[in-house]
């Protein structure tokens, strides 16, 4: 089993910045896809961004490129999602993902991932 926990969410200023953590612990290995997601209050989930720990390619939502950037640390098994210039819209849970599927990040940023962790609440004040 995998478990993942998210941290670093909090209350920012638009314009402001936040990095996102995400530790992956339990049976990490193989792990090739990660990625972040987020969800508004009353919206359904969408896609921010992944990151595959094959070739390290990554991919964003159009709303956050330039923004936002995701780095992998793998000795540590930590996602990160730092978070530039946000805005009000950017409020919501966000969640970390993680797949051993090959192509569990693609241009299309799908969201089919086995394992979720619980979120970490955002909230940008305008």
């Known amino acids: 089993q995998v478990q993942l926990a998210e941290s670093g969410g909090g209350l920012v200023q638009a314009g402001g910045s936040l990095r996102l953590s995400c530790a992956a612990s339990g049976r990490t290995f193989g792990m090739n896809g990660m990625g972040w997601f987020r969800q508004a209050p009353g919206k359904a989930r969408e896609a921010v961004s992944c990151i595959s720990r094959i070739d390290s390619t990554n991919y964003y939502a159009d709303s956050v490129k330039g923004r936002f950037t995701i780095s992998m640390d793998n000795a540590r098994n930590t996602l990160y999602l730092q978070m530039n210039n946000l805005k009000p819209e950017g409020t919501g849970v966000y969640f970390c993902?993680?797949?051993?599927?090959?192509?569990?990040?693609?241009?299309?940023?799908?969201?089919?991932?086995?394992?979720w962790g619980q979120g970490t609440q955002v909230t940008v004040s305008s």
């Open positions: 993902a993680a797949d051993r599927a090959p192509w569990a990040c693609g241009s299309s940023l799908d969201d089919n991932y086995a394992y």
